[in-house]
Nanobody, 113 residues
Framework: QVQLQESDPGLVKPSQTLALTCSVSGGSITTRSTYWNWIRQPPGKGLEWIGTIHYRGSPYYSPSLESRTSISRDTSKNQFTLQLSSVTPEDTAVYFC?????WGQGTQVTVSS
C-alpha cells in the first residue's frame, strides 16, 4: 500500500514562497503510468487541483495557479515538492498530496502576517 506524507510548513507570511514536500513510501514515483498530485481545500470550500508531476517527471499545472507554481521531484528520496510563490491569505488551505488512489493526511497551511 502506498503511503504519502506531506511536510508541515506551519505559518507562512504573505509574499513568501510556500514549499511543501510529499514523501512517498510503499511505491515509487517513477513507476510507469503513475501521476503525483497536489490538491488543496480552502476553509469552507471544495477541493482544488494545483498540479501534477508524472512518472517521467513532466509537471502540469492548474491554469489559475500556473504563474506561481512549480512542482519538482527527487527520485533518490522518492519525494515530490510543491512551491507556490507570492502567497496571500487566499492560499490558506489544507494541502494534500495524492496519486489519486492514496492520499496523505493533509497539512494545514496558514498565510498570515
Amino acid at each position: 500500500q502506498v503511503q504519502l506524507q506531506e511536510s508541515d510548513p506551519g505559518l507562512v507570511k504573505p509574499s513568501q514562497t510556500l514549499a511543501l514536500t510529499c514523501s512517498v513510501s510503499g511505491g515509487s514515483i517513477t513507476t510507469r503510468s503513475t501521476y503525483w498530485n497536489w490538491i488543496r481545500q480552502p476553509p469552507g470550500k471544495g477541493l482544488e487541483w494545483i498540479g501534477t508531476i508524472h512518472y517521467r517527471g513532466s509537471p502540469y499545472y492548474s491554469p489559475s495557479l500556473e504563474s506561481r507554481t512549480s512542482i519538482s521531484r527527487d527520485t533518490s528520496k522518492n519525494q515530490f515538492t510543491l512551491q507556490l510563490s507570492s502567497v496571500t491569505p487566499e492560499d490558506t488551505a489544507v494541502y494534500f498530496c495524492t496519486d489519486w488512489l492514496y492520499w496523505g493526511q493533509g497539512t494545514q497551511v496558514t498565510v498570515s502576517s
